[in-house]
């Protein structure tokens, strides 16, 4: 067994800005917070629980964008002081809890601070963890053909055109053949360098890095049911009900939306931003994971930025209809979702939804290794065909 470290968490941003941010908080109205915040900062551990009891009251005291900032920040603050016990306790797994939830829930001024003390933390986990697995590759992906999951595939699949499939797309192929003109394409030799391409195809290495850290998993059909939900769970209890074959479809769990890379640093590591995503002047928008079991369905919608889908582990069913379909698309008046189809293409509603019967569209099935470019306002629908791990970036 390694070393176990015995020196606390340092936490070198939280200290110089103490005096700051309680007074912030205190302007806000949280005098109470800063008075219990100051007695967390000596080590009590009850008002280390205390604070994070408070300030997470407040950020769920209305709609997320109504919370003032500063609160976020004492959520972070306090997350730190409640990892900070935990640690001198030895407690390392409560402690990464409450750096992972301060990193979720928090604001950004103590994000070094949480971003090192999470680095030393799992240092301390992994010297415990795991040793059984070290050498051992334990693979979850099973191989299998088209005409397998075909019967699952939406109504009219592969009777249109196939979007395109290029080896070797040069910088300005892909500028003038695919970006300035709006046209989607698959890049198929471009990933093969990855090292996720290797490691994340294997459970043990995912445990490994990552096995112990807290996301946010969404729960159901998709995000358009009725029984959606979120929840918080470490990443190992994630990939065990993901591994599960008892879950129906409204305890389906999948990881989307999240950044999670900006999350757990050593799966950031295992990726490599393309090229292709600097063209024209462009910048990265966001690069979210997207983590889930085979038959989970993304409802057809649209994206407003350029967006390259990167498929690392298993398969999926894509198809597209183009931005100028989108009367005929039927999409949501809700603001919320205004970017969502109403219709389900799994069981389309001929009677309420018939133009979109005819429409003319794309479709593919995206292969481990490549990446599939979407242009913006595409509408996309995607349906999982195995468990994968994949991840997409918006540029601009």
């Excluded at 964008?65 to 016990?85: F, G, I, Q």
């Excluded at 009219?156 to 989607?184: A, D, I, N, W, Y």
């Amino acid at each position: 067994m390694s070393a176990v470290p015995t020196d606390g968490l340092d936490t070198p941003v939280l200290d110089s800005k103490l005096s700051q941010l309680l007074q912030r908080v205190a302007e806000a109205g949280g005098y109470a917070f800063a008075s219990i915040a100051t007695r967390a900062s000596t080590g009590d551990p009850r008002a280390a629980e205390a604070a994070r009891e408070m300030a997470w009251e407040q950020l769920h005291s209305g709609p997320w964008h109504s919370v003032v900032p500063v609160w976020r920040d004492a959520y972070a603050m306090s997350c730190l002081y409640v990892a900070k016990n935990h640690f001198t306790s030895r407690e390392f797994e409560l402690a990464l809890k409450a750096l992972d939830m301060g990193l979720i829930m928090g604001g950004l001024t103590l994000r070094d601070d949480l971003d090192s003390c999470i680095r030393k933390v799992s240092s301390a986990l992994r010297g415990e963890e795991f040793r059984d697995a070290a050498g051992k590759k334990n693979e979850w992906y099973q191989h299998f053909t088209l005409s397998e999951v075909a019967k699952s595939l939406p109504s009219k699949s592969f009777s249109c055109r196939t979007v395109g499939k290029k080896c070797g797309l040069s910088m300005e192929g892909f500028l003038q053949q695919h970006f300035l003109p709006g046209s989607p394409v698959i890049i198929s030799d471009s990933m093969a360098h990855w090292p996720a391409m290797e490691r994340w195809n294997d459970v043990n290495y995912l445990k490994r890095v990552a096995g112990s850290r807290t996301v946010p998993v969404e729960v159901g059909k998709n995000y358009l049911s009725p029984e959606w939900r979120q929840e918080l769970i470490t990443f190992s209890d994630f990939i065990e009900r993901v591994q599960s074959s008892k879950c129906s479809s409204a305890d389906t769990v999948y990881l989307a939306q999240h950044q999670l890379f900006e999350q757990i640093d050593e799966l950031r590591q295992d990726i490599v931003i393309p090229d292709y995503c600097f063209v024209g002047g462009g910048e990265i928008r966001s690069v979210n994971a997207w983590f889930g079991p085979a038959r989970t369905v993304t409802p057809l919608h649209h994206d407003p930025h350029h967006n390259l889908l990167a498929q690392v582990v298993g398969k999926k069913y894509i198809r597209l209809y183009h931005s100028s379909l989108s009367d005929d698309l039927y999409p949501y008046s809700e603001s919320m979702l205004c970017n969502s189809s109403q219709v389900d293409l799994d069981n389309i509603d001929e009677k309420e939804f018939p133009r979109i019967l005819d429409l003319e569209f794309m479709d593919c099935v995206l292969e481990e290794g490549e990446m599939l470019y979407v242009p913006p306002k595409w509408w996309h629908y995607e349906r999982r065909l195995s468990l994968e791990f994949d991840f997409w970036r918006g540029f601009r």
